[in-house]
């Protein structure tokens, strides 16, 4: 079962210069030795540079309980010493963060989800159905990829569940390759009214929103020069 784990940052206004700088030296330090852990970096447009994801996927929870920690990896690549006073100080930036490991859902009819060769923009939407919402919050997300291949429209959508943190949530990411493509596409209902009619449509988006609690979306950038990509 392959899983996606994430780590994500937030960092405090005033620290965000000595954060990236220390990122970017453990990522240049990492690709340099030819590191075997690898991840894709992410900032949240929006989030004042300060919402930082880093990404990586494992085989299970087999691997992720053997995968090395960020900071015994920084230990190994600088000493105990350099490691430590690097691990100081990025902990002296970050105001909180999370652990997020996810499970695709390509049943829902999604695209594979692009870990290893991440899109250089990424509309990602969180959705937190209602209690007893999952299933028309699922046949939402679903009528949604399938209006977008009916109508040869050129967004693609992954699906993810979260096993650990952010329980009960699913988190539905559209792949961008240029900005400009988004302000060419339709909103989600207009979409539906194309594919499926303005009744069909209409009923689709409105049983299925009657089903989320709550839904943020965000545009991320990857940040290379803080990635150790594969």
């Not at 100081?88 to 996810?102: D, K, P, R, T, Y």
């Not at 159905?129 to 009528?143: F, Q, V």
């Amino acid at each position: 079962m392959a899983l996606i784990n994430v780590l994500r940052e937030r960092v405090q206004t005033g620290s965000i210069a000595q954060y990236e700088r220390l990122v970017r030296f453990v990522a240049e330090r990492a690709r340099q030795d030819a590191e075997a852990s690898k991840w894709s970096a992410r900032v949240a447009i929006g989030s004042e540079g300060r919402s930082f994801s880093f990404i990586n996927s494992v085989e299970g929870f087999a691997d992720l309980s053997a995968n090395e920690q960020a900071e015994g990896m920084i230990r190994r690549l600088y000493g105990e010493s350099d490691g430590n006073a690097i691990l100081e100080g990025l902990g002296q930036a970050v105001e909180s963060e999370a652990n997020i490991v996810l499970q695709a859902r390509e049943d829902l009819g999604g695209a594979v989800l692009q870990v290893e060769t991440p899109p250089p923009l990424a509309l990602v939407t969180r959705l937190r159905p209602t209690p007893g919402g999952d299933a028309g919050c699922e046949e939402l997300i679903r009528k949604v990829i399938e209006a977008a291949a009916k109508v040869d429209d050129d967004r693609r959508y992954s699906v993810a569940q979260p096993l650990i943190g952010e329980l009960g949530t699913y988190t539905v990411v559209q792949s961008v390759t240029d900005a400009a493509q988004l302000d060419k596409q339709s909103a989600v209902p207009e979409l539906l009214i194309e594919a499926f009619g303005a009744g069909e449509g209409e009923s689709i988006f409105r049983e299925g929103t009657a089903n989320i609690q709550e839904a943020q979306a965000e545009l991320s950038v990857l940040r290379e020069d803080l990635s150790n990509l594969a």
